[in-house]
């Protein structure tokens, strides 16, 4: 067979000179026998792999990037349709191609290409073969071992392939699963991430909870499993939050933009899409939005989700009666993911993404259960106290409402919760100068020259409440301002 490159593909080859010994190795060529977009590419060059990746840049008009010159690894970022393409030049790892695609870690992803002649597929440890057959498969008996930060992207590869894992690669998996506290934050973080990236999250979590993997990354939540709950949940703590995370995963689908009229078939799916769908287009940006490159709030929301109920354990009480409590479970999950998001090395704003999410998930249901719909100045309060995260918030308070029951879900508490959320949305998205941040009618300086103040915390506590005041549609206008200001002095 003679392959039929993409593109981009033909086009280093071109600003290369024909007799260049070069591979495309790994991923893109699974992805290229699989007919799947490929955004990352991998070629393998003997020697001078900089070089080469500085003379592909230079010919594409693109970025390029010297990634470790020491082991002579190069990078260059393509701009493509709004997509940012990485190609990655590296030498051999090994004396020859053949030893360099042993040294890999599955048979599916060690083939590779010699783009000098396109009429045969490298393929020394039958990886197109475990391919065709879904299966999961070690390259070698010490491909785990050798570096633990594999096992999580053995589990990738199950999940996005829908792929069964060899008998002997999950034996190996296991044992190579402990040694993943020893694997750089960073190496650990961004494989993390991109499993994050991949369907079916919470089956992988699932996997890597048996295979050990958890405790040795996230400790705090290896000790989820059992910690039983009270009615109306369905399930302890550990089951929940795996619900929770694939209800995340399905509402974000869900509210897409891609979104698919057939995706919404049952009830309960019907019933998020009435109520909530009008906001798709604006969610599905948000969503899709990187934090920092190669990292969205997707993602960071299910990380959130994983860990919304992560101090739960230490929450826990009993009452005299039996029932199950876990008081202020909330702001001690905030310092457990704020501390894992640390020791993970996430920038700041993410720290403030998990921070503010964990520690604020419960408020949209507790506006629920007044019974009546979300006042103008509780909605204020919510948004001022979450910020811009409280519209991600909403969508994790729904996915943590559903998680809590099993197949009976109640239709018209879903209904209920729903409509408190749709509020919320709808002062963001739509009223966002008269309900969540409504411009104010005086100034501090205002405030100093009518009333004689003198600068001081005092100022601020008026014009919060002022701002407030108009917030609830009980502050109209300059002079109705004034009276709010003056009554709280006089109070």
């Not at 599916?108 to 073969?129: Q, S």
């Not at 940006?285 to 994983?306: D, F, K, W, Y």
């Not at 559903?402 to 949305?425: F, I, N, S, V, W």
Request: glycine fraction near 8%; include cysteine; charge should be neutral.
């Amino acid at each position: 067979m003679t392959f039929s490159l993409p593109p981009l593909v033909e086009r280093v080859r071109a600003a290369l000179p024909n007799s260049q010994e070069i591979y495309l190795v790994g991923g893109a060529v699974r992805d290229l026998l699989l007919d799947k977009p490929i955004h990352d590419f991998d070629f393998a060059l003997p020697a001078k792999a900089v070089a080469a990746a500085r003379q592909v840049a230079k010919s594409l008009g693109a970025a390029f990037y010297p990634l470790d010159e020491t082991r002579d690894v190069g990078r260059v970022i393509v701009e493509q349709g709004g997509r940012r393409i990485t190609l990655d030049f590296i030498v051999l790892q090994g004396a020859d191609i053949d030893a360099d695609l042993a040294a890999r870690d599955l048979t599916i992803n060690a083939m590779g290409i010699d783009l000098r002649h396109l009429d045969a597929l490298l393929d020394p440890l039958g990886g197109a073969a475990d391919l065709k057959d879904k299966l999961v498969r070690a390259a070698s008996p010490g491909a785990f071992g050798a570096d633990p930060v594999r096992v999580l992207r053995a589990i990738r590869m199950a999940a996005t392939f829908n792929m069964r894992i060899e008998k002997d690669t999950r034996l190996a998996l296991r044992a190579a699963a402990k040694k993943l506290d020893q694997v750089s934050s960073e190496r650990l973080r961004d494989e993390l991430f991109r499993l994050f990236q991949a369907p079916k999250l919470a089956t992988s979590l699932r996997a890597l909870e048996l295979l050990g993997a958890l405790e040795a990354m996230m400790p705090e939540l290896a000790v989820l499993k059992g910690v039983e709950q009270s009615e109306p949940h369905a399930f302890d703590v550990w089951e929940h939050t795996l619900q929770v995370v694939d209800k995340v995963e399905r509402l974000v689908a869900l509210l897409s933009e891609d979104y698919a009229p057939e995706g919404a078939r049952d009830l309960h799916s019907g019933l998020v899409v009435l109520r909530l769908g009008r906001y798709r287009s604006q969610l599905s940006a948000r969503l899709a939005r990187e934090v920092v490159p190669g990292r969205s709030r997707r993602e960071l929301l299910l990380l959130a989700a994983l860990f919304h109920d992560a101090a739960k354990p230490a929450a826990r009480s009993v009452e005299a009666g039996g029932r199950i409590r876990f008081i202020d479970h909330e702001n001690q999950g905030a310092a457990l993911v704020l501390r894992r998001g640390k020791a993970l090395h996430l920038s700041k704003g993410e720290l403030d993404y998990l921070e503010t999410a964990v520690r604020q998930h419960g408020r949209p249901f507790a506006l629920t259960q007044t019974g009546a719909a979300p006042t103008r100045r509780a909605i204020y309060r919510f948004f001022r106290e979450a910020g811009e995260m409280g519209v991600d918030i909403c969508l994790l308070s729904l996915a943590d409402f559903m998680g809590k029951y099993g197949a009976e879900l109640p239709q018209d508490a879903l209904a209920e919760h729903l409509e408190t959320l749709r509020a919320l949305l709808e002062a963001y998205f739509e009223k966002m100068d008269q309900v969540v941040s409504p411009p104010t009618l005086l100034t501090g300086d205002d405030l100093m020259g009518e009333l004689h103040l003198q600068p001081g915390p005092k100022i601020g506590v008026i014009l919060e409440a002022l701002r407030e005041g108009r917030a609830a549609g009980e502050v109209r206008d300059r002079a109705e301002a004034l009276a709010l200001a003056r009554s709280l002095l006089d109070g």
